[in-house]
């Protein structure tokens, strides 16, 4: 996983610091030496996360921070605020400004990365959603991106995992104004009880007796159900290394005991906000989406979504020099199937195909139905290699596994051509006649195999 990081401070010595960190673990780095360049380089679209000091003269980070997240071009960029500040009433004065979070110098090396690369997860997810919402031309996702919550707004419903009733009790009492706190005191309830509630926020406390609180926040993550709810980690002093294997798993903040009202409060707000972020641009384009460009049979995107859609993955993919990768699956002798069971059967068997198709990519990856028994998958930050093993997985899984059709087994297999981004000239034209020729090969070598034309 690479990105764009911007590195914001007006002292030359630290920015070459975190410029080296940073480039030591493949990031590219851009860098600003004040807040005015900091937000035109925002505004530019091709920043990932920023790294924000706060002492800078002209514009400190508070007011560069305020700027960036009051604008919907820039307000989804995550900022960590970096400074040598370490009082509770600046981090909270961060994070009412927005910051996603707030390090104090000097930055443990570890703890920094662990954290860049949750916020670059982050990212892309937030990414990919505005980009499918863009796709479908939402002319109001502009207004939707700046909407403030309004004043009659729910209250959040936030779970507390703590075994220990009354650490749980006096953390209730601090959010007692801010949101309304269940708290669950037996792990394992706690995370059913997750799984059936329709959580805006989850605590997680690390003083569990004979529990791995990490692991529980693995389970979460691991859950469709909760896999989008923010997790916060209550932590003990000493337990850096718990915090920041926590954030490699993929919560998304922490807090120390003892917590701080104000900044409990805070980082609960800020993780809320986002969370309904992305629930609005989700909902933006499921229904924008569901009528003009899904397939009405499979629930995939249509071909017309795909010839909008693809462009725009292939140029930020040449923008930001990162891979992409696409692969044409098409069911091996389709009209035998539909000849044997009527077209009733072999919708049967489309709908099943795109079922498990769905099931062995990403989420982040674009599956659409191309035409007939053909879809198409495109992959974005994923090398050739990566694809073909892809392309692999969903051949075995639709092989080894007879379809039901009119309450019998039916055999089928699919043929896959992969492609990728060529580092040269390439185009979206040629990236998909690539993968159409080695699913030619496919076809002519003898069917069910996947074939792959190297960039």
Known sequence: MT?????????????????????????????????????????????????LDVMMPDMDGFEVCRRLKSDPATSHIPVV?????DHVSDRIRGLEAGADDFLTKPVNDLQLMTRVRSLVRLK????????????????????????????????????????????????????????????????QAGFFEAAEGAFECIVVSTGFTAFDPLRLCAQLRSLDRTRFVPIILLAGDGEEDRIVRGLELGINDFLLRPADRQELTARLRTQVRRKRYNDHLRAS?????????????TGLHNRRYL????????????????????MIADIDRFKSINDAHGHDGGDAV????????????????????????????????TEGEVAEDVAERVRAEIAGNPFRVDGKEVGVTVSVG??????????????????????????????????????
């Open 3 to 51: 990105a764009r990081i911007l590195v914001v401070d007006d002292m030359p010595a630290s920015i070459r610091l975190l410029e080296a960190r940073l480039l030591a673990e493949y990031f590219e780095v851009v860098t600003a030496a004040n807040g005015a360049d900091a937000i035109a380089a925002c505004e530019t679209g091709e920043v990932d996360v920023v790294l």
């Open 124 to 187: 892309m997810l937030t990414d990919e959603l505005r980009l499918r919402a863009s796709t479908t031309r939402n002319i109001g996702i502009e207004e939707m991106l700046a909407r403030r919550a309004p004043a009659g707004e729910a209250r959040p419903q936030v779970l507390l995992i703590d075994e220990d009733r009354q650490a749980g009790h006096r953390i209730a009492e601090m959010l007692e104004e801010t949101a309304d706190v269940r708290v669950a005191p037996d792990p």
């Open 307 to 326: 010839d909008s859609h693809l462009q725009t993955l292939f140029d930020r993919a040449r923008a930001r020099r990162r891979p992409l990768s696409l």
């Open 81 to 85: 605020m970096i400074t040598a500040l």
């Open 350 to 381: 489309l709908l099943e195909f795109a079922r498990r198709l769905r099931a062995n990519v990403r989420g982040i990856d674009l599956a659409c139905r191309f035409g007939g028994e053909e879809f198409i998958i495109v992959m974005p930050d």
């Open 285 to 297: 384009v499921v229904q924008t989406i569901e009528m003009a460009v899904t397939d009405p049979l």
């Open 418 to 455: 992969v492609s990728s981004l060529k580092r040269g000239d390439d185009s979206v034209q040629e990236l998909l006649k690539r993968a159409d020729i080695a699913l030619y090969e496919a076809k002519t070598g003898g069917r069910n195999r996947v074939v792959a034309r190297a960039a």
